[in-house]
Structures are given as structure tokens and as C-alpha cells.
């Protein structure tokens, strides 16, 4: 196979121009426009979801890593409650915060992955708890800046970052400060940027690529300690670096391989040992058995239910569709040519394939999830546990807005163009999500001092104990005579 050689426009160190201050300043307004849509929003705390990793990292920042006793889980169910504002969102079953279990000897942790407030309890020991997904993002914006750049040549950085940042899910999940969702994506977008880099930059230093390569697996490691799933992205790229060392397609260093790997079993030693410590053993989560299923017979449902979610929430997507179709298409057209046109075909399309495995993993797998494969869930709901591809479509959708347009000129303002319609679209999808977090039955109202309240939106008619019903997973946000939601098991 043809090595991997860097492309021919990406310029040498001492080669910058205009080009390349441009590229970078449209990178930064990019990951600025997030920032700016992010923090003047007000935040408030949709979902049980939310609650229960709150409840963890405010634990942690009291000291307690682990788990709680009895004692002391009440005791921070109780602190909590007053905060809650006008959701007034009291404590869970058994007098444990939210979406808290009571483990076999008695001690309570939340039913969640437990990685997330591992990375968040710096921010909130600082008070700077919002800053916290941003900062993940700015990671994320770097890998993918570099990792375009070293793949498309100048403005597939750009391109690719603008658009990471522009979708509405992206927008959403980054204000969801004690969600993990935009988190654990862009560890997975760091990281994916980061490896990606490795693999084609032939000429670097083997120990430049041995340390680059290390933090990308470490990155994508962290987010699968966040959320146990992501290990199918994990997978993709051992995988993926397998075959390119085998095959000596981007002439990687055995030896830094093997660090790679050594870093991904350490990764799965630890992780099963927390597992069975905390849990009881290496596979079992804080989950109840059968609260969190899949299963092929959901596939049929989730494919009526989700595209509509998907659109609205991600529609960059659509670009990483045609880039795929574009780029199988070149490379069909001149598999039989030689030539420098023809290696660069080649490289195109195992870039792309390695992308499309990582993004179709995750996808795949959740199109088997139960819980989605019902009609009624908002996008707010259902859209997250796509997130995570976030970073393969991104890099994908840039090889359309770069290698289409050809000329330089051309590709900074095609990126310029399609950036700002997408950020108009992801606006607009996140002032929805963010008024109507369950759809039109329950809406945002704003009150004094900057607090909001969720209330039944305009028409809804709240009767009786089994009103109007939305949550997470095993849970369900109950609109309550007062107007606030109450968590009850989900029937």
C-alpha cells in the first residue's frame, strides 16, 4: 500500500502566509461562536440525568471519590435540594440523590459511568463548572484542527472545527455543564485528530509520534470512561493503527504501538478493577439489571424515530454522507491510475473508511437501544447518545468543503459560507431544545434573579397522577400540580 505521506499543499515550518493566519483566526472564531451561544444562555438543569452527575461531582469535591454512606448520601441529597431552583427536583428513592443506587453493603454511588465527574470536579472545586465542557471542546478543536490539517492540507483544519462547533448538539451539550455528553465527544474528537495526525504525519519524529499518539489513545480511553459505550470507538482505533502498522501504509514505529497498546490494556485493567471494587464485578455498572437494553428487534423502530432528531440536532451530517459517497466515488473512478492523484485517492479513502467505522460503531450500536425506539421523546432526549460521533463526521464533512472547491480562495470561503449556515441552523435547534427541552409540553419560563422553571407549555393539560410524563432512562419527569417536575419510576 502506498505510505501515507503528508499532503502536498500543508506548508513547512517558516512557509506561513495570510492563508495560514486565516485558517487558524476562522478555527478560533469557531470554537468562539460556541463559547458565545454557550455562556449566555442561563443554565438550569433539565433532565434527572443532569442531577445525579451533580450530585457526584459535588460529592467529590467534599472529598468522597468513591462512594457514600447512607449517612452521607442523605446529607447531600439535602444540601442539593435547596439549590434546585424552580424545577424542585427533591431526592431520589430511599433519600439518595437522583438516580443514586444503594449498593450490596450498604453505600450509596450513582447508577451512572462514573468517569465524568472525575474530569469535571477540578471546575467545580474552582467554581468554574461551565467552563468545564468548553475546555474539553477547546481540546477537541485542537485535535481536529491538526488532524484536518495534516489530512486535507490548509482549511481542512478549519473546516473541520467549524463544523464540530456549529451543530446544535454540539451547542446544547456544551451548555449541559453536568452532562458528560460533549464531553466524552470531544475527547473522542481529540483524540480521533490527534491519531489521525500521527498516522499521516510519515515525516515527524518517532518520538513526536509516540507522545501524540499516546495522548490520542489516553483521550479516547477517558471517554469511554465516561460512558462504557464508547469503547466500540476504542476498538475502531486499535484497529485502525493494526492494519496501517501491518500493512507499513503510514510507516509507524512498532514501538510506539506497543506503548499505544500497553496505555489501551492498562486502560481495561484499571477500568475492570474499579468495576469490581466498586460494583462487584469487571461488567457490572451501577445500572440495575435490564434498566439499560439492547436488541436488534429496536433497529426498525429507531430508524422511523431518530433521523428526524438527527437532522435537527447534527445536520453536518449530510456533508459527511457526501464526502463518503464523493470520495468511494474518485476512488472507484481511478483505482486502476498511478500516479501522485491516485495516492492521494487511496489515502482519502482509508482516512475515510477508519472515520466511517468509528462514527457507524457508535451509531449501529444505538440503533439497537430500546429506550429510543418509542415515539414521544424530544431531540433534547434521544439526540445524545450519537453524540459521540461528532468528531468522524466533522473531518469528514471537511473533506468536501476542501477538496471539493480545489483552490484555496474557494475553500476558505465555502468554509466561511457553510460554517455560518450551520451555526444559524445549530442556533436555532438549541434555542428549541434549550425552551422546549421535551417538546411543547413543557417550556423554559424565566424568572427573577436569572432562575428558570420548567412549566406545561401552552395548551397542555395537567390532570391527575399520570400526567404528562419524560426522563432518562428507568426515569421519568412527572409535571406535578405545582408545574415543576418530580422524578418517578418510569412505567
Known amino acids: 500500500m502506498t505510505a501515507l505521506a503528508p499532503?502536498?499543499?500543508?506548508?513547512?515550518?517558516?512557509?506561513?502566509?495570510?492563508?495560514?493566519?486565516?485558517?487558524?483566526?476562522?478555527?478560533?472564531?469557531?470554537?468562539?461562536?460556541?463559547?458565545?451561544?454557550?455562556?449566555?444562555?442561563?443554565?438550569?438543569?433539565?433532565?434527572?440525568?443532569?442531577?445525579?452527575?451533580r450530585a457526584s461531582i459535588v460529592a467529590m469535591t467534599d472529598g468522597h471519590f468513591f462512594t457514600l454512606s447512607g449517612a452521607q448520601a442523605h446529607?447531600?441529597?439535602?444540601?442539593?435540594?435547596?439549590?434546585?431552583?424552580?424545577?424542585?427536583?427533591?431526592p431520589g428513592p430511599g433519600g439518595g440523590p437522583i438516580q443514586w443506587v444503594q449498593l450490596p453493603g450498604?453505600?450509596?454511588?450513582?447508577?451512572?459511568?462514573?468517569?465524568?465527574?472525575?474530569?469535571?470536579?477540578?471546575?467545580?472545586?474552582?467554581?468554574?463548572?461551565?467552563?468545564?465542557?468548553?475546555?474539553?471542546?477547546?481540546?477537541?478543536?485542537?485535535?481536529?484542527?491538526?488532524?484536518?490539517?495534516?489530512?486535507?492540507?490548509?482549511?481542512?483544519?478549519?473546516?473541520?472545527?467549524?463544523?464540530?462547533?456549529?451543530?446544535?448538539?454540539?451547542?446544547?451539550?456544551a451548555w449541559r455543564d453536568y452532562m458528560p455528553t460533549f464531553t466524552d465527544a470531544s475527547l473522542i474528537a481529540a483524540g480521533t485528530g490527534a491519531?489521525?495526525?500521527?498516522?499521516?504525519?510519515?515525516?515527524?519524529?518517532?518520538?513526536?509520534?509516540?507522545?501524540?499518539?499516546?495522548?490520542?489513545?489516553?483521550?479516547?480511553?477517558?471517554?469511554?470512561?465516561?460512558?462504557?459505550?464508547?469503547?466500540?470507538v476504542l476498538g475502531c482505533a486499535v484497529i485502525a493503527v493494526l492494519m496501517a502498522w501491518r500493512l507499513r501504509a503510514a510507516r509507524l514505529p512498532g514501538r510506539a504501538v506497543a506503548w499505544w497498546l500497553v496505555s489501551v490494556c492498562i486502560f481495561g485493567t484499571g477500568a475492570a478493577i474499579f468495576n469490581t471494587l466498586i460494583y462487584g464485578g469487571p461488567l457490572r455498572s451501577g445500572y440495575r439489571p435490564g434498566e439499560i437494553t439492547f436488541s436488534l428487534s429496536a433497529i426498525s423502530a429507531n430508524l422511523r424515530y431518530m433521523p428526524a432528531h438527527l437532522i435537527q440536532a447534527m445536520p453536518m451530517l449530510v456533508l459527511g454522507l457526501a464526502a463518503l459517497a464523493?470520495?468511494?466515488?474518485?476512488?472507484?473512478?481511478?483505482?486502476?491510475?498511478?500516479g501522485q492523484q491516485a495516492a492521494l485517492d487511496r489515502r482519502d479513502l482509508a482516512v475515510a473508511v477508519a472515520l466511517a467505522a468509528s462514527w457507524a460503531a457508535i451509531w449501529?450500536?444505538?440503533?439497537?437501544?430500546?429506550?429510543?425506539?418509542?415515539?414521544?421523546?424530544?431531540?433534547?432526549?434521544?439526540?445524545?447518545f450519537y453524540v459521540p460521533a461528532l468528531g468522524s463526521i466533522s473531518l469528514l464533512g471537511a473533506w468536501l468543503l476542501v477538496r471539493v472547491p480545489r483552490r484555496q480562495p474557494l475553500a476558505a470561503i465555502t468554509t466561511l459560507v457553510v460554517a455560518g449556515l450551520?451555526?444559524?441552523?445549530?442556533?436555532?435547534?438549541?434555542?428549541d431544545m434549550y425552551q422546549f427541552p421535551f417538546g411543547r409540553q413543557?417550556?423554559?419560563?424565566?424568572?427573577?434573579?436569572?432562575?428558570?422553571?420548567?412549566?406545561?407549555?401552552?395548551?397542555v393539560r395537567i390532570g391527575g397522577p399520570g400526567g404528562v410524563k419524560r426522563g432518562g432512562p428507568g426515569r421519568a419527569v412527572h409535571i406535578g400540580p405545582s408545574g415543576g417536575p418530580s422524578v418517578r419510576p418510569a412505567s
Not at 509516540?210 to 495522548?215: E, I, M, P, Y
Not at 464523493?326 to 498511478?338: C, E, F, H, S, V
Not at 413543557?442 to 401552552?458: A, I, Q, R, S
Open 7 to 53: 499532503a502536498a499543499d500543508v506548508p513547512r515550518p517558516g512557509a506561513r502566509t495570510l492563508w495560514d493566519v486565516a485558517e487558524v483566526c476562522l478555527a478560533a472564531a469557531a470554537f468562539a461562536v460556541l463559547c458565545v451561544l454557550v455562556l449566555r444562555a442561563s443554565p438550569y438543569l433539565p433532565e434527572p440525568d443532569d442531577y445525579a452527575y
Open 75 to 90: 446529607a447531600l441529597a439535602g444540601q442539593l435540594a435547596p439549590q434546585l431552583g424552580g424545577s424542585r427536583m427533591g
Open 106 to 173: 450498604g453505600r450509596w454511588i450513582s447508577e451512572k459511568d462514573p468517569g465524568y465527574p472525575y474530569l469535571a470536579v477540578a471546575f467545580q472545586a474552582l467554581g468554574l463548572i461551565r467552563l468545564a465542557p468548553l475546555f474539553y471542546g477547546a481540546l477537541a478543536c485542537l485535535g481536529l484542527y491538526f488532524g484536518g490539517r495534516r489530512w486535507l492540507g490548509r482549511f481542512g483544519g478549519a473546516a473541520a472545527v467549524g463544523l464540530y462547533c456549529s451543530s446544535g448538539a454540539a451547542i446544547l451539550f
Open 195 to 232: 491519531l489521525l495526525w500521527t498516522v499521516l504525519a510519515a515525516g515527524a519524529s518517532t518520538r513526536r509520534r509516540t507522545w501524540v499518539g499516546l495522548a490520542a489513545f489516553v483521550a479516547l480511553e477517558a471517554a469511554t470512561f465516561s460512558r462504557y459505550t464508547n469503547i466500540v
Open 326 to 338: 464523493g470520495i468511494t466515488a474518485i476512488w472507484l473512478r481511478g483505482r486502476r491510475a498511478g
Open 364 to 384: 449501529a450500536l444505538y440503533a439497537t437501544y430500546t429506550w429510543t425506539a418509542a415515539p414521544g421523546l424530544s431531540t433534547l432526549q434521544a439526540a445524545r
Open 422 to 431: 450551520l451555526f444559524g441552523l445549530g442556533s436555532r435547534a438549541f434555542h
Open 442 to 459: 413543557l417550556v423554559v419560563v424565566h424568572g427573577p434573579g436569572g432562575t428558570v422553571e420548567l412549566k406545561p407549555g401552552p395548551g
